[in-house]
């Protein structure tokens, strides 16, 4: 971390990331190794130590949705079940390799009262064990199926669908806008990226500007794709940033993080995006680093203006 780049760290994220600086270094001289399992349990307690506020939804339902080789778990959050309300399939962050709907429960909810759609978190297969592309298979099938679902069980909706989806699930989020454009029966209306995974060439100047300090760092980053990313795949090809755009890309928002080490490819795709007509807007947060949304309460102002931002971006 940068000294002189510390006053615009809001002081109690700034004294947190501090500590775990602290702590890493203790933990690597101790013969730390990094495994899903570590990976994993780091962001389950982390996102439960500091999102602590889990708000009621009127309703709340376990379910799967099939795809062709695997039954993906859901949970749904419906605001208003008398209401046939707007549609946002959830794909939660964590790398491929880590989170999930337990992980991201109160985080889901938060997004299903700000912006008043039926939200449905999907529960994809994570990498190592499940790398590319199962979990991109696991999220088109739960967008190609919401509405059949969703008629199934008698909830009422309308037949908008939008995709949120942070950090890598903002990668599968973005990834399914670029296929939709040429996929018959899926009709993407908007889709929120934050702090968003695009470029998995790891490409933009972001990346090493931000490379160690700030929670998220290179080293892991680069790990979490050689997990994900385990056959031949061209990582240029597999990333949103690069994939081909025509009209029929989602109306999109796109939130970065000043010390996040993705930050550039979020402006970059922003930019590419209104240079083909998208239309595309960027909300950029200063001070703060990549996941924020699971250190809520170190910076609960910051988060309640990412919320409303989002809500009133679906709400148009």
């Avoid at 389950?44 to 062709?68: K, Q, S, W």
């Avoid at 994809?124 to 979990?135: Q, S, V």
């Amino acid at each position: 971390m940068h000294p002189e780049r510390h006053a615009a760290i809001p002081k109690p994220l700034r004294e947190w990331l501090a500590a775990t600086r602290t702590a890493k270094a203790a933990a690597h001289a101790n013969g730390y190794g990094r495994t899903a399992t570590n990976v994993r349990e780091m962001l389950d307690t982390l996102t439960r130590r500091f999102v602590t506020e889990r708000p009621e939804v009127a309703l709340v339902r376990d379910d799967v949705i099939p795809g062709p080789d695997y039954l993906v778990p859901v949970r749904v959050y419906h605001p208003m079940p008398d209401e046939a309300r707007p549609v946002a399939l959830f794909l939660h962050g964590g790398g491929h390799v880590a989170g999930g709907v337990a992980v991201y429960d109160p985080i889901a909810r938060k997004l299903a009262l700000a912006t008043g759609s039926i939200v449905v978190a999907a529960e994809y297969r994570l990498a190592p064990e499940c790398p590319y592309p199962a979990a991109l298979k696991d999220s088109m099938a739960c967008a190609k199926r919401v509405f059949r679902y969703l008629d199934g069980q008698g909830l009422q909706h309308d037949t908008r669908l939008a995709l949120i989806g942070d950090s890598a699930g903002a990668a599968l989020c973005a990834t399914l806008s670029h296929l939709a454009q040429f996929e018959p029966g899926v009709d993407i209306e908007a889709q929120v990226l934050v702090y968003p995974s695009l470029d998995y060439s790891l490409a933009q100047p972001s990346v090493m500007e931000n490379a160690e300090g700030y929670l998220l760092e290179r080293e892991r980053i680069l790990w979490m794709f050689d997990s994900y990313l385990q056959g031949q795949e061209n990582r240029r090809a597999v990333s949103p940033l690069f994939m081909e755009i025509t009209e029929q890309l989602p109306r999109t928002l796109v939130v970065t993080a000043e010390f996040d080490p993705l930050r550039d490819e979020g402006v970059a795709y922003v930019r590419r995006l209104l240079e083909h007509g998208i239309v595309a807007e960027h909300l950029h947060m200063p001070g703060l680093v990549h996941a924020y949304l699971n250190l809520e309460d170190l910076v609960p102002d910051q988060c309640r203006a990412t919320y409303a931002a989002l809500g009133e971006f679906l709400g148009r």
